[in-house]
């Protein structure tokens, strides 16, 4: 590994950084506050206000220290200085949005998709993106980038070498494709990753440090970042397969994938979703044998996770937990493999995200310069 110091311009990003934080936290500060809450001299803090400023990631708001000396002008967060575009591509739909830096949605479109191949595929994304742009109500923010989110295999340059729910079976240059003639810059993940991250940057659950997502749309998928925005995608970015781990049914070992995808467990116990989520959300007692049993799988595998990787939570999104009784079928089925501890309390949340296309929009700051937004 390559070890660095940090250049001036580092610095620079890495105190404003940490201004940014205390200044979303607050309503608006003075630089006096800055050098006081930084714990640096006054014109450190001037530097710094002046550096966002400069960015337009801060705006002056009005005056502070009235009575007690010169005046000095209070600062409050811009998140409308730039704009993002994320895209999420599905097997029967493409989500549109376009969001300020923190977060906020301000425009959705959705088209649909009709077995789409790769080149229509680049059509429709450049066309709703430049449509996006030419409504957007912040014509003076500065697009970031564009972020397009595709469930399959995705490599850490941008190729898709694999998508099954999409139906492309060959590898593909995808970014590439994106990035021809194009004056915005596209940048491709696996959906799974960028769920994980607009959850942990945007999510209700506040900047949540090492925080793991499964997500069971059909097959199961998983992605895990810790504290600074940094993925666990491990060699040839094929780390977190977790439908490959091995449980427990009546004493036999199965793969994961073969209890979880959708299609298995209508085919297994011959139970739709809708009767699968009412059974989820009855206590224990009503839930019934079905419940019961998923409920264990997702315990074997929820107790395997927290030894590995002791997450500060795993977020579950599957079209039959979807509420907070349905977490607790998991969280009893769980204790049952590992017991709670003071040093081991995964929490177990439910997805917050108003649009999953907002992983996009994150993963387009995150590449850009303006990164230093909304890393911690």
Known sequence: MDIKLLTPSDMMKYNARVLLKIMRRKSALSRADASRLLGCSRSTASKLMNYLESLHLVTQIGSGNRGIGRNSGLYQFNPRACCAIG??????????????????????????????????????????????????????????????????????DGMVLNSDPLGWQKPLRFRVMLNRNSEIPFHILNDANALVLAESSFGTTGNCRNLMYIENPDDIGAAFTDSNHNLLTGENSLAMEIGKMQVNFKDRFYRTEDFLSISRIQKRWGVTIPELKRAFDSDSEESGEICLQLADIFGQIITQISALLNPYAIMINTPYIKSSQALEHLKKAASFYMETTPLRGTQLLLPSLERSALGGACWAILNSSFDFVIKD
């Open 87 to 156: 895209v999420d591509v599905k097997p029967d739909s493409i989500q549109f949005i376009l969001s300020d830096l923190s977060g906020e949605i301000l425009i959705v479109q959705e088209v649909e998709n009709k077995n789409m191949s790769p080149e229509e595929t680049v059509m429709e994304i450049h066309k709703n993106t430049r449509k996006l742009l030419n409504e957007s109500p912040l014509p003076d923010a500065q697009p970031l980038g564009v972020g397009v989110m595709i469930p399959g295999w995705v490599s850490d």
